[in-house]
């Protein structure tokens, strides 16, 4: 049986891909491609409705498919969980073929019900709402695997202890993703290196031209939103990151 990203646990499946409505991908012609083990992941990409200028979310999530990105987070903080569930309707089929993992932001019902790869949560929106363990998250037959924002040592070791399947690192520098947030800098980079044990990914005002300090701090996995979305061609900018990546 084909398992969550490199979690162990079993994976959703197609067939949750069609109890949700969304076409079957090898009836539109995929070949189906095997995730990655989560710890062999690189580049984390965003289909960001900040970020999308009109654009289809299932557009931009073949240009980062095709780019090369190894997990597509889809972020809709203004939109109601219906939306976000078409949205995710739309995309899964785009990522699963592809082999991407796709990642829902902030609304658990909506990962699990869709047969995401995984949710993301931040630390108020997990241990503010009484969990303390992952296991604790409400799940029918299958769980999406659970990545958790961490901007500071305690809140690391926290995540890692309830059983996230991995960290973001963050924000390092400032970002407009975030324009409220300090940036934890490299130092929190570094630290990260050296204690976390679980994959982690740095994220937060990355660019191609800030991408080396970051590597040379311990950094082996990024997330980038606005670089990417932002560029005049998704596919391509996406490449380079990869291609800078290894």
Not at 17 to 23: L, Y
Not at 31 to 51: G, I, Q
């Amino acid at each position: 049986m084909q398992t969550v990203l490199g979690t162990g646990r079993p994976h959703p499946g197609l067939e949750s891909a069609e109890r949700a409505g969304v076409a079957h991908p090898e009836s539109c012609g995929y070949n189906l491609r095997r995730m990655k083990p989560l710890s062999e992941c690189r580049l984390y990409a965003f289909v960001d409705t900040a970020y999308l200028h009109g654009r289809p979310p299932e557009l931009v999530a073949r240009q980062l498919c095709d780019g090369g990105a190894d997990l597509i987070q889809l972020r809709a903080k203004r939109s109601s969980p219906d939306e976000i569930r078409r949205m995710a309707e739309a995309v899964l089929p785009v990522t699963r073929p592809a082999g991407a993992g796709l990642v829902v932001n902030d609304h658990f019902a909506v990962a699990r019900d869709v047969g995401a790869d995984f949710c993301h949560l931040g630390q108020e929106d997990f241990f503010d709402a009484g969990f303390a363990r992952v296991s604790q998250l409400p799940a029918f037959g299958s769980r999406p695997g659970i990545g958790l924002s961490s901007h500071a040592p305690d809140q690391a070791r926290r995540a890692m202890a309830a059983g996230a399947d991995y960290i973001a690192i963050g924000p390092v520098h400032a970002t407009p993703t975030k324009p409220g947030a300090k940036p934890v800098t490299l130092d929190y980079v570094r630290w990260a290196a050296a204690n976390v044990d679980i994959p982690w990914f740095a994220i937060g005002g990355i660019t191609l031209l800030n991408l080396d300090e970051l590597l040379a701090a311990g950094a082996r996995r990024i997330c980038v939103v606005s670089a990417i979305l932002d560029a005049p061609d998704v596919k391509k900018a996406c490449s380079e990151f990869r291609k800078r990546l290894g």
